[in-house]
């Protein structure tokens, strides 16, 4: 009994380590808790942390995806530098823009995420919803709504929400190894 039980342990600690070398493609949307739910005004995030990161060319940017398949309705609810990106292997200053779209509509726009810059950003709150009204002298009216911070995706389509890291000329990304930011969206399903 004591051999297999050391014999478990021993093939449990192999499989957690080499699944914990693994680097991750893209970020993954992951549901938040109660408590952050209500904190954030959110239900689902997605974060980014420097294991997403595998560009090897010195001031490249890169990209990553992720998918929301409908049927769903999202909204983009902010974004948070939690802790800002940084490098031990580099000693000069560093710059890195975070820009997050959904399909082709810019919802965050190359917010300051590294930790050698005198203030990264913390918390960005979405753009406000707006309203223009427009018509003739008569009693007509055509109001167009524009709210780039939402959408709906039907049965069967998708949106893709898109994170590119722009860093500074002295970086390369494989290199960041602290640091995290998150995208929150409440999405209703």
């Given at each position: 009994m004591k051999k297999s039980y050391t014999s478990f342990i021993a093939l449990l600690a192999l499989v957690v380590g080499t699944v914990g070398m693994a680097r991750a493609e893209d970020p993954a949307?992951?549901?938040?808790?109660?408590?952050?739910?209500?904190?954030?005004?959110?239900?689902?995030?997605?974060?980014?942390?420097?294991?997403?990161?595998?560009?090897?060319?010195?001031?490249?940017?890169?990209?990553?995806?992720?998918?929301?398949?409908?049927?769903?309705?999202?909204?983009?609810?902010?974004?948070?530098?939690?802790?800002?990106?940084?490098?031990?292997?580099?000693?000069?200053?560093?710059?890195?823009?975070?820009t997050f779209l959904a399909g082709s509509d810019t919802l965050v726009n190359g917010i300051e995420a590294a930790k050698d810059t005198w203030r990264p950003y913390?918390?960005?709150a979405p753009a406000a919803i707006t309203v223009a009204t427009t018509g003739p002298s008569?009693?007509?009216?055509?109001?167009?709504?524009?709210?780039?911070?939402?959408?709906?995706?039907?049965?069967?389509?998708?949106?893709?929400?898109?994170?590119?890291?722009?860093?500074?000329?002295?970086?390369?990304?494989?290199?960041?190894?602290s640091g995290s930011a998150a995208f929150y969206l409440r999405i209703w399903r």
């Open positions: 949307l992951r549901a938040l808790g109660v408590q952050e739910m209500s904190y954030r005004g959110a239900t689902h995030a997605i974060t980014l942390a420097p294991e997403h990161f595998s560009e090897a060319t010195l001031a490249a940017s890169q990209t990553n995806t992720f998918t929301l398949s409908g049927p769903a309705t999202w909204q983009f609810a902010g974004a948070e530098v939690i802790t800002p990106f940084d490098s031990t292997s580099l000693t000069n200053t560093l710059t890195l823009g975070l913390r918390f960005i008569t009693n007509e009216l055509t109001s167009t709504v524009s709210s780039p911070s939402c959408g709906t995706v039907t049965n069967g389509g998708s949106v893709v929400f898109t994170l590119i890291s722009a860093p500074a000329s002295t970086l390369t990304l494989n290199k960041l190894d």
